[in-house]
């Protein structure tokens, strides 16, 4: 049995990919693992209450992405402090981190069992390699982080572009004593393929699934689907994700004018599973127009439901589209990304060997995803 982190995601509603990911590793771990918090106000490690476990399962949309504390769960901490009660955690055989962990959470970490192996899961460097489209608290943080990861047993990547995006990163530190580095490629949740239903009265739709922010590219997508619409493409582009309250507010005007403008734009912000399972099911193939990412899961999420998705053919997103049904563009400019929207929606005989490709693949399961990093830690022992 592992102990699991999951201070962050414990106290937030929110469904960024880390949220997502450490979510699905948590269901999918069942009672192979304790799930686990730092409590910063009874000053100690203990298993997750009603509320924080109400969290994990809760399907309804956030508007914010940072973690809450309610007021009854700080005082009921203070009390534990003040009368130095214990919370005594489970007996376990290695501790798991999947978050991008705070700097209080890094400090509190030897405060857990010891020796147990510890292993985080690291999802991208993102914060260093684009830092111009990152939001500055999390650029400062970055370089601290990626050198707390040095403290730990092992770490397993999500992609192999990010595994070499940490490991060069140490070698330019100069570091010789690091742990072992593996890259463990993510699951995604089975879905079935479903075809997009006929209808002569309503424009094909295609769908953009990711948070509105600046390295996501949403930018350059609005301005590729506007020189269509101008074109007379008849097309309705569907946004879905929360935004971002810096980095995403180019785009988030660009969309304001479009809509003010009469264009075929629908932007729903953050939505439930079941909407966004039906965003999929109606929608004709998707565009992910990210210039990087540390996995992209929406690329398979849509190849996985038999959805063509246009995406980049570099790094992360490479490795995930690379097994077939995407359209891989070399650069994301929004002449790029217009002619690849417009080849799709016109090109039937395109369009159907794409979507033929999605279904001749094979997808790991998170299943696959949580057998394989169980098995790796446990070699470390």
């Given at each position: 049995m592992f102990l699991l982190d999951l201070s962050h995601?414990?106290?937030?509603?929110?469904?960024?990919?880390?949220?997502?990911v450490t979510r699905s590793l948590h269901q999918t771990l069942g009672n192979q693992a304790t799930a686990i918090t730092w409590d910063p106000y009874a000053l100690q490690w203990r298993t997750l209450d009603e509320n924080e476990y109400a969290n994990?399962?809760?399907?309804?949309?956030?508007?914010?992405?940072?973690?809450?504390?309610?007021?009854?769960?700080?005082?009921?901490?203070?009390?534990?402090?003040?009368?130095?009660?214990k919370h005594p955690?489970?007996?376990?055989?290695?501790?798991?981190v999947p978050e991008i962990f705070s700097p209080d959470v890094h400090l509190a970490l030897p405060l857990l069992p010891s020796p147990l192996p510890r292993v985080a899961l690291f999802h991208d460097a993102i914060a260093l390699k684009l830092p111009e489209l990152t939001p500055p608290g999390t650029v400062s943080r970055f370089p601290g982080y990626m050198q707390e990861l040095l403290t730990f047993?092992?770490?397993?990547?999500?992609?192999?572009?990010?595994?070499?995006?940490?490991?060069?990163y140490w070698q330019w530190l100069g570091l010789t004593q690091t742990p072992p580095v593996t890259t463990i490629p993510l699951g995604i949740d089975p879905h079935p393929i479903t075809d997009t239903p006929?209808?002569?009265?309503?424009?094909?739709?295609?769908?953009?699934?990711?948070?509105?922010?600046?390295?996501?590219?949403?930018?350059?997508?609005?301005?590729?689907?506007?020189?269509?619409?101008?074109?007379?493409?008849?097309?309705?582009?569907?946004?879905v994700g929360m935004s971002h309250a810096t980095t995403g507010q180019a785009a988030l005007q660009k969309i304001d004018q479009l809509v003010a403008e009469g264009h075929p734009l629908r932007y729903d912000g953050a939505v439930d599973e079941e909407t966004l399972q039906?965003?999929?099911?109606?929608?004709?193939?998707?565009?992910?127009?990210?210039?990087?990412?540390?996995?992209?899961?929406?690329?398979?999420?849509?190849l996985q439901r038999g959805k063509p998705c246009i995406c980049s053919a570099h790094g992360a997103l490479g490795e995930s589209?690379?097994?077939?049904?995407?359209?891989?563009?070399?650069?994301?400019?929004?002449?790029?990304?217009?002619?690849?929207?417009?080849?799709?929606?016109?090109?039937?005989?395109?369009?159907?060997?794409?979507?033929?490709?999605?279904?001749?693949?094979?997808y790991r399961s998170w299943q696959d995803y949580t057998s394989d990093l169980l098995c790796w830690i446990r070699s470390l022992q």
């Open positions: 995601t414990s106290h937030t509603r929110a469904r960024t990919g880390v949220q997502r994990l399962k809760s399907n309804s949309p956030a508007k914010k992405r940072r973690a809450k504390w309610p007021i009854a769960t700080q005082i009921r901490g203070h009390w534990h402090a003040l009368r130095g009660a955690l489970p007996t376990a055989e290695g501790i798991i047993q092992g770490i397993a990547a999500v992609s192999e572009d990010s595994r070499l995006a940490l490991i060069d006929a209808t002569q009265d309503q424009p094909p739709v295609v769908l953009c699934i990711g948070s509105i922010e600046g390295r996501k590219n949403h930018l350059a997508l609005l301005h590729a689907c506007e020189k269509l619409w101008q074109q007379k493409i008849n097309f309705q582009l569907r946004l039906s965003a999929y099911e109606q929608c004709l193939f998707t565009v992910y127009p990210s210039m990087m990412e540390g996995f992209g899961l929406p690329v398979l999420e849509s589209a690379r097994g077939g049904g995407a359209l891989m563009l070399e650069t994301l400019t929004p002449d790029d990304l217009a002619q690849a929207i417009s080849s799709l929606l016109q090109d039937t005989h395109q369009r159907d060997q794409l979507s033929a490709a999605t279904r001749n693949r094979t």
